[in-house]
T-cell receptor
Framework: NAGVMQNPRHLVRRRGQEARLRCSPM?????VYWYRQLPEEGLKFMVY????????ESGMPKERFSAEFPKEGPSILRIQQVVRGDSAAYFC??????????????FGSGTRLTVV | GESVGLHLPTLSVQEGDNSIINCAYS??????FIWYKQESGKGPQFIID?????DKRQGQRVTVLLNKTVKHLSLQIAATQPGDSAVYFC???????????????FGQGTILTVHP
């Protein structure tokens, strides 16, 4: 049973380009969460999604960031017109249908975005 | 705003010693707490959790203590091994239920270094 799969592991973008980060949840998991981690800091919640539905996006920046979890395929975190401050590790977690951190919340290995 | 923070950013111990990592939280509504271990280049790995109706929980070589009176959480690692070297984060799920269910708030992290 594969864990939470994130790709790419490393992504380099020039300022102004778009970054697309992908997350495939564990088999049987229908809830996905995205977190951002700046160097030497803890993870900061960005968004919580279920299939075709955004549940909580209170941690998402108002501009340039968007997330989706379509009926088919992985969840996508999209960052438009990247700036150097977007450089960070982005982690995805998934959980089973009961949802929530109390039930099998599992993290992927992350995507490390570098904006040059 | 509400936050979860750590008292000690770094901890160095000798192999075989016991380690104690501390965490303070400020959200009095928190009812569930988790300790994660994060190794370099990897995602957070679940270690142990505790609910607010408990004050102690033990796992294999690890014990979590919760003091709700002073909003303090600690992780004790017995007979620390070099493989325990990592960054340790506490996290809380202060809004279990509703649209925020599953959203975690992380502390800053403590770097544990175990010397052979």
């Amino acid at each position: 049973n594969a864990g939470v799969m994130q790709n790419p592991r490393h992504l380099v973008r020039r300022r102004g380009q778009e970054a697309r980060l992908r997350c495939s949840p564990m088999k049987g998991h229908s809830h996905v969460y995205w977190y951002r981690q700046l160097p030497e800091e803890g993870l900061k919640f960005m968004v919580y999604l279920q299939k075709e539905n955004i549940i909580d996006e209170s941690g998402m920046p108002k501009e340039r960031f968007s997330a989706e979890f379509p009926k088919e395929g992985p969840s996508i975190l999209r960052i438009q017109q990247v700036v150097r401050g977007d450089s960070a590790a982005y982690f995805c977690a998934s959980s089973p249908p009961l949802g929530g951190a109390n039930y099998g919340y599992t993290f992927g290995s992350g995507t490390r975005l570098t904006v040059v | 705003g509400e936050s979860v923070g750590l008292h000690l950013p770094t901890l160095s111990v000798q192999e075989g010693d016991n380690s104690i990592i501390n965490c303070a939280y400020s959200n009095s509504a928190s009812d569930y707490f988790i300790w994660y271990k994060q190794e370099s280049g990897k995602g957070p790995q679940f270690i142990i959790d505790i609910r607010s109706n408990m004050d102690k929980r033990q796992g294999q070589r690890v014990t979590v203590l919760l003091n709700k009176t002073v909003k303090h959480l600690s992780l004790q690692i017995a007979a620390t091994q070099p493989g325990d070297s990592a960054v340790y984060f506490c996290a809380e799920n202060g809004n279990a239920g509703g649209t925020s269910y599953g959203k975690l708030t992380f502390g800053q992290g403590t770097i544990l270094t175990v010397h052979p």
